[in-house]
């Protein structure tokens, strides 16, 4: 019997354990979870779906998820999935993004497939998945209740920073009202009040039937709730036609007042008034004149007839780590043929498939110590050319998605993604996600490539015997090609400095932005002077070498803002810098401030003695020239300790003295309006006298004379350290036309200026004409310019081709005219979280702002490596041609051409060896082409005796006329260099040229 038992609870365990070893092996097996999403038939190609499934299933437990099972979350939890896999991304239904969100900063992997994540989200309307057009066209069509006299001026009052703009409201002959804002301040608007009998009881939608001009495709509306809280939105309009715009409450952003402070969504039947205008602080709108025509504002509670689901129609679905790359053009690529798995791809798993399509690079960057990126497969088009990312994976080491990995790929449909090679790389990324050795597969950067140049020794830059230009020590003309540097891509702070964490690793990413540098033709550099190059002698020395190695030289800025109280405090601290630097042409000058505004300048005594501008009674001599609102809206604001711009001293505690400060900068800003009213730094109508300004003479007198000691000081104090580096003040207003100015050694002026036709990019180039009529015995040269790449113009941003054409244009009228050259603003790209803590100036809800100052680099980074704009290829081919071609300084002709969006200019620079020209298209001339997409385009080329160099921003096919650039070459010619395709005619070739790569034509041998 005991036997019996025996044997049979034997038999038991022997179950037992088959039963644990199989559930075992099959967990082993199936080592993760994966959600597959098919929640949006109609848009997802069932079939692939199912294969997609199928070729996963083999090592991967695969189920299938609707956007039911999503939102209902008891029906499905999605944090028990490893992994959710997303197609066709682009449309994923906009209800789902709130889910996404939270899975993904819980640690959950999602795989993208197909393009950006919901840069075309879906809405659910009854049974059917319609685009945000398609849907927002059916809200239009709702019933819509009028508000009662809308186009009666009468029924509006004026909301400004200050009354004395010429802002104005009026009836319109097309019916309706006219609004002209004169939005020279920070805001201005025109308020329409709403008494409750008119509006809509539990109103959900709101319209308003808009118009603007070519000055506004943009305004702000501000609406305001009976209980004083305030919300905003800023609207495009159409500058052609009226236009119906339809918004729901949780279509605009809270900026303040009512009672429950937390509430997310405007009550559109709580409606108080709405305002129509311009505003700086809270929309990213600029400065400048806006004309607006308002017809119809109109209420709604009609929404539920259309069955729509919650979601904002106005949301822009930005995932962080990502939105800072949307608009690029570097990444928008066009023609794919083929996509190959990246070369250094730290996966086993390798492929390359035939792929026909265009779209927006898969790429994704963290903060560098948040992160990394891990490139997966690369496109290619027709004449082998790299385009960009096809697939990534952005891994989150920290941060607010720790442990969250994102695996994204841009080619369109499901049909690719079947392929067996790219499902067994999905299954071993996931797999890899897991079990976090993903981690150990960060990929090493590559090497910067240093161009072949001839070695360029550095030396000490002089004036000329007559004072108008700067020599190199051989008596050279000393022409900037230049950039300012703040501080390095994918290490976004200003902390990046501080000489307590400074390491080897940091020396590192210096050296590869100063290879950069010389990739891109850059001779000179400003930096911000800081500390650590001082005080950390690594840094100190690798700074040094790097610019004799490489050819560059600085500009080092003393100081960024100063709140000195003393002279003392002033010169020690350009002592300390100076002291790191002195005798060295690795710095060639000094630019002992950055924009040095009046409130901080004269603050600062002298011998106990207050600055000649505080001694000057300004609020009783000029009480009729300054803006008594706006300075004590200032005034208020640095006794609460907020501080303001202009900058002001924090230990300033005398209010009369605060006061006759600000006083002083508003006589200055309304003077700057008055004689440059398109933009304070182009200076264009400034006088050559200011003095001659007969009822501003004393207060001119004070200032030069305050601006005078602050200079005269330090520039005494930096001679006698080291008597052969330059002293210079970079300037942004009309600052420099002060008569002190002749003393410096050579002008520095900063500009920047929204360029949209011929006309004002000329006027932006000829800056530099009015700097050498304000001062005719100095050197003249632009410290920092740029176009952004985050700029808006209108409802898009501007290109990098269009925005080049005109940069490019500030080098050549430079070098054309005779001037001294020009540092762009900057080096590299920032990336958007890094400006919440360095842009301290920008509040944290103006998106627009921080996208246009975060793009202002020569260098964009694609989440692996840093990526040249069209400007780097311009200014290394403009290098080249000055160090080994030039012989005259050429002429530069501009002229009006829409076709060259946003900036409607090309251009034509002849000059003996060297024929450079910017246009969407030229069908005269040596150089011929028609870009593709209608693209800004340039073409370079330059030649001697050796050969003819040719060099263009666009792939594209170009006809080369050599006869017609140098008749030397009329014998039959061999080309070198990477180039797409050759086909030789009787008078020219057609070549079609690769973007950025040189080729040269020379002699068959």
Not at 396 to 411: A, I, P, R, V
Request: hydrophobic share 35%; aromatic share 12%; with cysteine.
């Amino acid at each position: 019997m005991t036997t019996a038992l025996n044997i049979k609870l034997i038999k038991y365990l022997l179950l037992v354990w088959f039963a644990f070893c199989t559930l075992h092996a099959k967990e082993a097996t199936f080592s993760s979870k994966i959600a597959l999403f098919t929640g949006y038939t109609g848009y997802v190609d069932p079939v692939s779906l199912e294969q997609i499934r199928k070729s996963l299933s083999d090592s991967h437990v695969v189920s299938s998820v609707s956007l039911k099972d999503i939102l209902e979350e008891k029906a499905t939890e999605l944090s028990k999935y490893n992994a959710l896999i997303i197609p066709d991304a682009p449309r994923c239904p906009a209800v789902m993004w709130e889910h996404l969100h939270r899975y993904m900063k819980q640690g959950g992997d999602v795989v993208f497939l197909g393009g950006k994540p919901f840069s075309q989200p879906s809405y659910k309307l009854g049974q059917v998945y319609r685009s945000r057009q398609e849907t927002r066209k059916i809200l239009e069509n709702v019933p819509f209740t009028s508000i009662p006299n809308v186009t009666n001026p009468s029924r509006y009052h004026r909301d400004a920073f200050t009354q004395d703009t010429r802002s104005v409201i009026n009836k319109w002959r097309e019916g309706g009202v006219y609004m002209f804002i004169d939005a020279r301040d920070w805001y201005d608007t025109f308020v329409f009040d709403i008494p409750p009998s008119e509006v809509v009881k539990s109103a959900t939608l709101i319209k308003f039937c808009l118009k603007g001009n070519s000055s506004a495709k943009q305004i702000c509306i501000k609406i305001q709730e009976h209980d004083g809280s305030t919300w905003f939105r800023k609207v495009n309009i159409s500058p052609k036609k009226w236009e119906n715009s339809v918004f729901m409450g949780g279509d605009f952003n809270y900026i303040s007042g009512g009672v429950d402070r937390e509430k997310t969504k405007l009550n559109l039947s709580q409606i108080k008034s709405c305002a129509f205008g311009q505003d700086y602080n809270h929309a990213g709108l600029h400065n400048g004149f806006y004309n607006i025509y308002l017809k119809n504002i109109s209420l709604s509670n009609e929404l539920k007839e259309v069955d729509f689901p919650q979601g904002d129609l106005s949301q822009d679905f930005r995932i962080p780590s990502l939105y800072p790359y949307e608009p690029y053009d570097i990444f928008d690529m066009h023609e794919v043929v083929r996509v190959q798995s990246f070369e250094n791809s730290p996966f086993s798993q390798t492929f390359s498939l035939s792929a026909h399509y265009s779209g927006v690079s898969a790429i994704g960057q963290a903060p560098a110590e948040d992160g990394f990126y891990i490139p997966l497969c690369k496109a290619y088009g027709k004449y082998d050319d790299s385009l960009g990312w096809a697939g990534g994976a952005l891994i989150h080491t920290g941060g607010e998605f720790k442990d969250s990995h994102w695996l994204f790929f841009n080619m369109p449909g499901l049909k690719t993604y079947t392929d067996s090679a790219l499902c067994s790389l999905l299954s071993e990324m996931i797999h890899s996600c897991k079990d976090n050795s993903i981690l150990s597969k960060k990929p090493t950067l590559p090497p910067i490539m240093q161009k072949k140049r001839a070695p360029h020794k550095i030396g000490f830059v002089k004036r000329s015997e007559d004072g108008t230009t700067l020599l190199t020590e051989s008596g050279a003309p000393f022409f900037m090609v230049g950039s300012n540097y703040i501080y390095p891509m994918n290490n976004k702070s200003f902390s990046f400095w501080d000489k307590n964490k400074f390491s080897d690793s940091d020396l590192a990413i210096i050296e590869r932005d100063f290879r950069k540098m010389q990739a891109a033709g850059i001779n000179t550099i400003r930096i911000f002077g800081q500390e650590a190059m001082v005080d950390c002698p690594e840094l100190n020395q690798k700074i040094k070498d790097l610019c004799h190695r490489l050819g560059i030289q600085i500009l080092l800025q003393i100081v960024t803002h100063s709140y000195d109280a003393t002279e003392k405090e002033v010169l020690n601290r350009a002592r300390h810098i100076v002291s790191g630097f002195k005798n060295d042409p690795a710095v060639f000058a000094y630019d002992i401030q950055n924009e040095p505004q009046i409130a901080e300048i004269g603050a600062i005594s002298y011998n106990n003695t207050k600055s000649p501008i505080l001694k000057l009674d300004i609020t009783q001599n000029h009480k009729d020239h300054y803006k008594r609102d706006y300075v004590k809206k200032l005034v208020a604001k640095h006794k609460k300790g907020r501080g303001g711009y202009p900058k002001m001293a924090p230990w300033m505690e005398d209010k009369k003295d605060v006061e006759k400060l600000y006083a002083a900068d508003s006589i200055w800003k309304t003077f700057d309006a008055s004689y440059s009213p398109r933009h304070r730094s182009l200076l264009h109508k400034y006088p050559r006298n200011l003095y001659s300004i007969e009822h501003l003479r004393d207060f001119f007198q004070a200032i030069n004379d305050t601006y005078k000691q602050w200079y005269d000081s330090q520039a005494a104090l930096i001679r006698s350290l080291s008597p052969q580096q330059l002293v210079t003040i970079g300037y942004n207003r009309g600052l420099v036309a002060l008569p002190f100015n002749k003393d410096i050694d050579f002008i520095s002026q900063h500009s920047y200026f929204r360029a949209r036709s011929n006309k004002e990019v000329m006027l932006y180039t000829q800056i530099q004409d009015k700097l050498r009529e304000l001062w005719p015995s100095t050197p003249v040269s632009i410290g920092e310019f740029a176009y952004s790449s985050g700029e808006l113009y209108g409802d898009e941003y501007i290109s990098n081709d269009s925005s080049c054409i005109a940069e490019f244009m500030m080098y050549l009228y430079s070098y054309s005219k005779g001037y001294n050259g020009a540092m762009r603003w900057r080096l590299n790209d920032d990336e958007i979280p890094s400006t919440f803590k360095n842009h301290h100036w920008l509040r944290n809800f103006n998106h627009e702002e921080r996208v246009r100052q975060a793009r202002f680099g020569m260098y964009v980074f694609d989440g692996y490596a840093p990526v040249p704009k069209p400007i780097v290829h311009c200014l290394s081919f403009f290098r080249d041609y000055l160090d080994s071609f030039a012989c005259d300084r050429g002429t530069l002709v501009s002229q009006p051409n829409t076709q060259v969006s946003h900036i409607n200019t090309s251009y034509i620079y002849r000059a003996k060896q060297a024929y450079f020209i910017g246009s969407t298209q030229s069908y005269s001339g040596p150089l011929r082409f028609k870009a593709p997409r209608s693209q800004a385009a340039q073409v370079l080329s330059m030649w001697n005796r050796a050969g003819i160099r040719i060099m263009s921003t666009v792939t594209m096919e170009v006809r080369v006329y050599p006869s017609e650039l140098n008749s030397i070459f009329s014998s039959p010619l061999e080309i070198e260099g990477r180039h797409g395709s050759l086909i030789r005619h009787k008078d020219y070739l057609s070549i079609v040229l690769i973007k950025g790569e040189e080729i040269t034509l020379s002699h068959k041998k």
